[in-house]
């Protein structure tokens, strides 16, 4: 049965760890979770998400309905079976990616209608279509369909947005109790854009809907960094302390640190293996770009204390060569490191909490990498 | 010190399983070597090359000396510290990839002038300069450098080529005796070009100069499949027996298990990576492509019979999906298994040898495939 039970409370501040039970087993908060797309964490196994602390992953609905669809995924019981994941799986509700890749996009009462980023066909996203989805990939963690709006948007545009990302809530609600695993969990998107107004009355009205737990969207899609913490600790408040908290898109390894200040228990983001792509990879002093010149003949690992596969075999001068020849294992090493970072920082940032450290830890952990 | 010792002989042919002793260990031949030209095999960790029965892996001389070059891999002792691999690795002279790869390349006395496929520069590589290189990798068997030729060629041509590559073979031992490893090896390459007299010459004369093992090179160049085995056994028969006999480039598995039968010990080829990266994965049964339109909700593994780890738990259907998807992760699930495929061969081929039963088995194999 999906449950969220907090273990420790930071006295002096909103930081909480806790335990979320879902049906392929617990995850530990504060959590970050890297981001399988198209059914692989890119370039990386299970077991080497496993070796990286990896506890649970997000599966993009928009992505996997179009490749491989929802028939292919169900002959494998959902997503776990087909990419060899038995751990569990968020996924969200496509309403990010309507609005950021899809084109042609027309919003109505009904859902968005979009034309696809791949070979232009046109679709009608509905709220029940996007639980129907999550309910075929067998999600542990499914999410309301939102309507998502730019940076900057008006207040006008902003309301009507949350309006509808209400009523299309409701109807995934619905949608859910009849056709979900009761076991998996639901949860409801707060939007309202860069309005607090907005923000206290959509999580208020998610709330009486009543949610497994509730997502912070609607950030990190252009706005100032010192305006995404006002928003995020704002909206974090509004939100119940009962239920888990996730903030989602979000971000550096030091957002991280600062969202679990304020109140926050999940992530995601594909900095970790988006930026090893492209070659940069984190330590604890900052990133690093591996094909800068000066490491060369550099025979120390990207970070000296870090306990990766990477670090454990591989030298800075080894990876450099590998990334500027383009060789594929690159890209893999370089996100097995990243992956390890962002999942180490998690696991010391709940240690902080549950041993009461976690205001030094934080204070501590910015000064060293800012 | 490397040592090469025959373990069993085919009564009825020329097969025979061997051992190859070099200084980072034994060698059980017949054996495939996958190429790793930049200092991995493509998308391959070499934990995942160990799990595949990897035992000798073939690293590039010219692409390593050009990047990162060995004033780099020198400061890790040579390229199995630099790339993780504690197990053998043999070396070739750069030969060939000045032939099929630089530009404006001269032929001289002294060695070969060619531009870099990279930047354009120009460099001189000579006998002495490919030793010294291979030495600096710390290679457990190096490759004399020769000059490969054209299909078709005329006889003065190939003549005059066979005869500089005895020259230059010349200079290679010379160079080795003072400079290299005592307990490494060093392998003459037989050319000749089409041409069964120069075949002849070549061999007599490598032969005299006296190596640790002999090659078969300018072979594969663009001359048909029966072209190339009637050079090959012809060439392998002028070899002594008591030497490993290579045969460079070659080919596939149905290649390989004819190569065996006439006499040939090892082989490299890029062909299972490469055509991994492409899509086509072998079976017992043939080649299939992934892409095809048939494995799209096909749950089965590539190779129902197969034990590697991508056929232990992924389907086609995945593999299907993930190649589409241009996801990174479909390129290295394909390579474990075609490198696993020609290992699982070459394991099969030399426990028929050890059996007595390697007619049989090469019957089988070859109704089976074709």
Known sequence: MFNFKIVSQSKTGKARAGILQTPHGEVQTPIFMPVGTLGSVKSLSPEELVNAGVQIILGNTYHLYLRPGCDVI?????????????????????GFQVFSLAKLTQIKEEGAEFQTHLDGSTHLLTPEKAIDIQVSLNSDIMMCLDQCIAYPSSYHD??????LTTRWSKRCKQTWEENADKNSGLFGIVQGGM????????????????????????????????????????????????APKYVMGVGTPEDLVSLVEMGADMFDCVMPTRNARNGQVFTRNGTINISNAQFKDDSNPIDQDCGCYTCRYFSRAYLRHLYLSKELLAYRLNSIHNIWHYMEITRRVREAICDGTFEAFKKYFLNKTV
């Open 195 to 242: 309005f607090k107004e907005l923000r206290e009355i959509s999580a208020e009205a998610l709330m009486d809907l009543g949610f497994s737990g509730y997502a912070v969207g609607g950030l990190s899609v252009g706005e100032p960094k010192e305006l995404l913490f006002e928003i995020a600790d704002f909206t974090l408040d509004t939100l119940t302390d009962a």
């Open 158 to 163: 902003a309301k009507d947005a949350l309006e």
């Open 74 to 94: 169900k002959r494998f019981s959902g997503l776990h079976g087909f990419m060899h994941w038995d751990k569990p799986i968020l996924t969200d509700s496509g």
